[in-house]
């Protein structure tokens, strides 16, 4: 592992310029961190280290970087040891790489023309076609998210976001619709959890030591706060996606390789 952290450290330096530009020539195989092969030969716990140290290596302060084949790579291969696990159905039955995954089919397409001008109109659609893919990818990440969030806090929160049993994050009361019956005044509290920053603090204080060991890494990083951020304003298109992809898709990563 720390082999890896001095390659993606190597990384970053090369590719990121501390004024958020991309120095250097795109290349998969110059810029390759972890080898495909290595991943099944690691453990759930070194693969929750894998997804932070993938996305802290592409920490760009431009907020625009590089999907790398790495990142690609490693959210398959969780992607399918989610799938195999027997663990939860709701993880087993809902794919939030399934946009990336058809998008990446699309780019595998052969041209059809044969005439060196239709074929590059033909992979100039395909490139702006991916690059469109990325908007729904990281829609659909945000509310996966979630979904992963609420199945981690359970006992708080059901599937729709209402509250199950009492808790305090960030100077906010939650409290069950029955249970705001027996308070008054300032200890009420809200009933449904809306805030994205709420449910992850949460989702902190529930998951195992070592990823709450992990995630102080990612949010020191990525805070809550800035995630939370990001989730109205990619639906508006305000923040470059890339960036944003790489965060949500590694932090869903980690969760889905906590013990739930």
Not at 73 to 99: G, M
Not at 171 to 188: E, H, L, M, P
Request: proline share 3%.
């Amino acid at each position: 592992m720390d082999d890896l952290r001095l390659r993606a450290g190597d990384y970053r330096r090369r590719v990121y310029g501390s004024d958020g530009s991309i120095r250097i020539n795109h290349s998969q195989l110059e810029n390759q961190v972890i080898r495909s092969d290595t991943l099944p030969l690691l453990s759930a716990q070194e693969l929750q280290e894998v997804g932070y140290i993938l996305c802290h290596m592409s920490r760009n302060p431009g907020l625009n970087a590089i999907i790398e084949n790495d990142h690609r790579e490693y959210w398959s291969f969780v992607n399918k040891v989610a799938q195999d696990s027997t663990i939860d159905f709701w993880i087993r039955t809902h794919h939030p790489l399934r946009v990336v995954i058809n998008s990446d089919l699309v780019m595998q397409l052969k041209p059809k023309y044969q005439d060196q001008g239709n074929r590059q109109w033909q992979n100039t659609l395909m490139d702006s076609f991916y690059g469109y893919m990325l908007f729904p990818a990281v829609w659909s990440g945000f509310s996966y998210l979630e979904g992963i969030c609420r199945r981690i806090c359970h006992d708080f929160i059901d599937e729709e976001g209402e509250i199950k049993k009492a808790f305090r994050v960030n100077g906010r009361q939650y409290r069950s619709a029955r249970g705001n019956r027996y308070v008054t005044g300032r200890r009420k509290g809200y009933t449904k959890i809306s805030s994205l920053c709420d449910l992850l603090v949460l989702t902190r204080r529930k998951v195992s030591p070592h990823t709450r060991h992990v995630l102080a890494s990612f949010f020191r990083d990525y805070s809550a706060s800035d995630i939370y951020s990001w989730r109205n304003a990619c639906l508006h298109g305000i923040e470059d996606e890339s960036s944003v992809f790489i965060v949500i898709y590694s932090l869903i990563s980690i969760l889905l390789l906590d013990p739930m």
